[in-house]
């Protein structure tokens, strides 16, 4: 599995990072980015659509292999 931030999406909530914080950094605005590549280890697959869920500008996305 394989996630993204759309940055234009973004309003920096940041609830992405509190929710899974080994799976996003943000900035000083708030405004979130995927770790790395944004590739997620199978035993965070489900902290990361947790995120997708909970993400009130569905700016997390994932990607298709
Ligand atoms: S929850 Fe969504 S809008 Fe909020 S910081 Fe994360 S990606 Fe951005």
């Known amino acids: 599995m394989r996630i993204r931030v759309d940055p234009d999406k973004c309003q920096g909530h940041a609830r992405c990072y509190g929710l899974a914080p080994d799976l996003f950094d943000v900035d000083d605005y708030g405004l979130s980015s995927v770790v790395g590549d944004g590739t997620v280890p199978p035993e965070l697959e489900d902290k990361a659509r947790l ?3 909970n993400c009130p500008e569905f700016a997390i996305e ?3 292999d």
Request: aromatic share 0%; no cysteine.
């Open 51 to 53: 995120a997708i869920a």
């Open 62 to 64: 994932e990607l298709a």
